[in-house]
């Protein structure tokens, strides 16, 4: 089992930066591919990034690419999103994930958190 907490959610201004966290804990972090995804309001959830365990490989959605950088300490047992120049459109409920394989469909990853807001305003 992984346990996964995000932070890091919040209001920002079209234009502004967040970072979101994830924190793992439970089995051994850097056996794990990472992804973020988000899910706005009657909206399907969708991926916004991923990364593998050693961070060799990384992927990004079209929407996010080129202001969107996914990164992990495995040292630290953590998993980051950085996020800059946001648009309203990014407004969602951010999500991180964990699975022993690398994916980019929410339904292939086993190891969810509960979320945090991010709110973007024009």
């Known amino acids: 089992q992984v346990q996964l907490v995000e932070s890091g959610g919040g209001l920002v201004q079209a234009g502004g930066s967040l970072r979101l966290s994830c924190a793992a804990s439970g089995r051994t972090f850097n056996n794990y591919a990472m992804g973020w995804f988000r899910q706005a309001p009657g909206k399907q959830r969708e991926f916004v990034a991923a990364i593998t365990w050693s961070a060799d490989e990384i992927h990004y959605a079209d929407s996010v690419k080129g202001r969107f950088t996914i990164s992990r300490d495995n040292a630290k047992n953590m998993a980051y999103l950085q996020m800059n120049s946001l648009k309203p459109e990014d407004t969602a409920v951010y999500y991180c994930?964990?699975?022993?394989?690398?994916?980019?469909?929410?339904?292939?990853?086993?190891?969810w958190g509960q979320g945090t807001q991010v709110t973007v305003s024009s």
């Open positions: 994930a964990a699975d022993s394989f690398f994916w980019t469909t929410a339904r292939d990853y086993h190891y």
